[in-house]
DNA sequence: CATCGACCCTGCGGGC
DNA sequence: TGCCCGCAGGGTCGAT
């Protein structure tokens, strides 16, 4: 399931692979891999004849391969999508979506996704909305443009456009759990269900606790744990739990093997032998050490006196 | 405006 | 054996 890991491991395949090429032909075998495209199957397949792919640029699980100063083609893998650089004469598996061939003759580029929540639509691209620049953002330099469907994605923590502190500000404004606000992409991008579990098993919260009572030292033990998980995932060539994900060149990644939390119900907690617990949420799963990992926290005093 | 649940989709595996 | 159902899950949209 591609998190931001996976997400980077492609992008950089891509510009290994693909960044510089012209593309000849363009396929959609299922419309609904561009459905979020206005031009359509047969327009998008048009518009993408004859562009270059410029650059390979990733924001959370998103990504978008620029085709000149204002248009980019946006890609998002959803749960099982694939980008897949190989021979263009190897057959066709039955999950390919739309297929890419080059002018020089090389390997091609496919979209693979059984599930087909991924997408990949040509859009505009524009200067990021939605928040007021912060100080932080502006010795940051000029912000660089992103597709316009995603302006509303927040930055991601391990670019240098995040802002710790309006992370942390606008986590204590929100009345919600804190995984919900980890799968926020509005609010953090990049973080799916398994590394939201790993991240809070790491920082020892639980995850239904309200974000308006964590202290900063929890929201900054948080991102650290963010960071560090996401970054060691990264080293690791991203997770892959089946044959689903697999990176540009179709090689599964292996940070399965070092998860702590997720996927381990009744396994004990690596850190006190606990039995790793599984909750129901969100019509999904949450993985926690119910000794590590407790839903209690000392109320501020402005809490305790509403 | 903020929050939350339904829905989209396919394949796999458990239970009967 | 075969069917049904639950589960996997990111993002969007509509309801509250």
């Given at each position: 399931m591609p998190e931001l890991p996976e997400v980077e491991t492609v992008r950089a395949g891509i510009e290994r692979h693909v960044v510089g090429r012209t593309v000849a032909t363009a396929q959609v075998f299922n419309p609904r891999a561009v459905r979020?495209?206005?031009?359509?199957p047969e327009g998008f397949a048009a518009a993408m004849?004859?562009?270059?792919?410029l650059r390979a640029e990733r924001r959370g699980k998103y990504l978008w391969f620029a085709l000149n100063e204002d248009e980019a083609l946006l890609a998002h893998l959803g749960m099982s999508g694939q980008l897949l650089v190989g021979d263009a004469g190897r057959p066709l598996s039955p999950h390919v979506r739309a297929r890419f061939t080059f002018a020089d003759g090389g390997p091609d580029l496919r979209f693979t996704d059984q599930r087909t929540f991924g997408h990949l639509m040509l859009c505009s691209l524009v200067t990021p909305g939605g928040t007021t620049p912060t100080a932080a953002a502006a010795v940051a330099g000029p912000r660089r443009l992103v597709p316009e469907p995603i302006r509303h994605i927040a930055p991601d923590?391990?670019?240098?456009?995040?802002?710790p502190k309006g992370f942390a500000a606008r986590l204590a404004r929100k009345k919600t759990q804190v995984k919900r606000a980890l799968l926020d992409q509005s609010l953090i991008?990049?973080?799916?269900n398994i590394y939201a579990d790993e991240a809070l098993w790491r920082a020892r919260l639980?995850?239904?606790?309200?974000?308006?009572?964590?202290k900063k030292a929890e929201v900054s033990r948080l991102l650290d744990a963010v960071r560090e998980v996401l970054t060691e995932a990264l080293s690791a060539g991203g997770t892959s739990f089946d044959a689903l994900y697999v990176n540009v060149n179709g090689e599964s990644g292996y940070f399965?093997?070092?998860?702590?939390?997720?996927?381990?119900?009744?396994?004990?907690?690596?850190?006190?032998?606990t039995p790793i617990r599984r909750d129901a949420f969100m019509n999904r799963s949450s993985y926690h050490c119910p000794r590590c990992q407790k839903l209690v926290w000392l109320a501020s005093p402005a809490v305790r006196s509403r």
């Open positions: 979020r495209d206005p031009a359509g004849t004859g562009r270059t792919l923590p391990l670019e240098g456009a995040f802002d991008s990049g973080i799916g639980h995850w239904a606790r309200p974000t308006d009572t964590l399965d093997r070092s998860l702590n939390a997720y996927g381990r119900e009744g396994e004990p907690c690596p850190r006190c032998a």
